[in-house]
Nanobody, 114 residues
Framework: QVQLVESGGDLVQPGGSLRLSCAASGFTFSIYAWNWVRQAPGKGLEWVSDINSGDDTTDYKDSVKGRFTIERDNAKNTLYLQMNSLKPEDTAVYYC???????WGQGTLVTVSS
């Protein structure tokens, strides 16, 4: 059974940090590239970052480059997103999913506000 569970979202002040996790089951985790996407209130889904399988090369949306870091732990079937220097415009529900599939978790809410 395919399951994705995101966690780690919270209310944080501007400039703060959070680490999101995505626990995957029902996938051969290591063979997939993985995405983080987000949906801000009243807006559509927006790609944030991805990490390839094999060489673990990464890519980021321009507005999060230098602030966010995507990582994967194949032994734990877990994807991470370290978010530093958070801004109010990072407020969104964050979702993880394997690249090129229709699978997403339930999301985790990140709110950046003073």
């Amino acid at each position: 059974q395919v399951q994705l569970v995101e966690s780690g979202g919270d209310l944080v002040q501007p400039g703060g940090s959070l680490r999101l996790s995505c626990a995957a089951s029902g996938f051969t985790f290591s063979i997939y590239a993985w995405n983080w996407v987000r949906q801000a209130p009243g807006k559509g889904l927006e790609w944030v970052s991805d990490i390839n399988s094999g060489d673990d090369t990464t890519d980021y949306k321009d507005s999060v480059k230098g602030r966010f870091t995507i990582e994967r732990d194949n032994a734990k079937n877990t994807l991470y997103l370290q978010m530093n220097s958070l801004k109010p415009e990072d407020t969104a529900v964050y979702y993880c999913g394997p690249y090129g599939t229709p699978f997403w978790g339930q999301g985790t809410l990140v709110t950046v506000s003073s």
